[in-house]
C-alpha cells in the first residue's frame, strides 16, 4: 500500500512563499499522478492541482495559478507544490493524493484518488 507524507506547512504572511513536499513510501510513485488537495475550516476540500505521472503535463485550479507550482522527482520518490504571492485565504489543511490519471481529479472533492497523506497545515496571516 503506497504512503504519502507530506511536508513544508507552517505560517507564513501574506505575500511569501512555502514549498510542500509529499514523499511516498516506495519506489513506485512514478506509476502514479499526484495531486493536491486543501480544505479550509468550515470548507469542502478542493482540488488545488494535478501532475501526471511522468509529470509532462500539470493543471491547476483557477484560484492557484501562475502563484503555484507542482512539481516531482520520481527518482526521489517526491513530488512539490511551490506556493507563491500567498494569500489569507489559501490557509488550509494540504493533503497530497495519488492515483493513475489526473483526469477529473478534482470530482466529487478528490474522491476517485486511492492513496492520501494525512495533510499538512497552511497559515497564511494578513
Known amino acids: 500500500q503506497l504512503q504519502l507524507v507530506e511536508s513544508g506547512g507552517g505560517l507564513v504572511q501574506a505575500g511569501g512563499s512555502l514549498r510542500l513536499s509529499c514523499v511516498a513510501s516506495?519506489?513506485?510513485?512514478?506509476?502514479?499522478?499526484i495531486a493536491w488537495f486543501r480544505q479550509a475550516p468550515g470548507k469542502e476540500r478542493e482540488g488545488v492541482s494535478c501532475?501526471?505521472?511522468?509529470?509532462?503535463?500539470?493543471t491547476y485550479a483557477d484560484s492557484v495559478k501562475g502563484r503555484f507550482t507542482l512539481s516531482r522527482d520520481n527518482a526521489k520518490n517526491t513530488a512539490y507544490l511551490q506556493m507563491n504571492s500567498l494569500k489569507p485565504e489559501d490557509t488550509a489543511v494540504y493533503y497530497c493524493?495519488?492515483?493513475?490519471?489526473?483526469?477529473?481529479?478534482?470530482?466529487?472533492?478528490?474522491?476517485?484518488?486511492?492513496?492520501w497523506g494525512k495533510g499538512t497545515l497552511v497559515t497564511v496571516s494578513s
Open positions: 493524493a495519488a492515483a493513475f490519471y489526473c483526469s477529473d481529479y478534482d470530482r466529487n472533492a478528490g474522491d476517485g484518488m486511492d492513496y
Open positions: 516506495e519506489d513506485s510513485l512514478g506509476t502514479y499522478a
Open positions: 501532475i501526471t505521472n511522468g509529470g509532462s503535463s500539470t
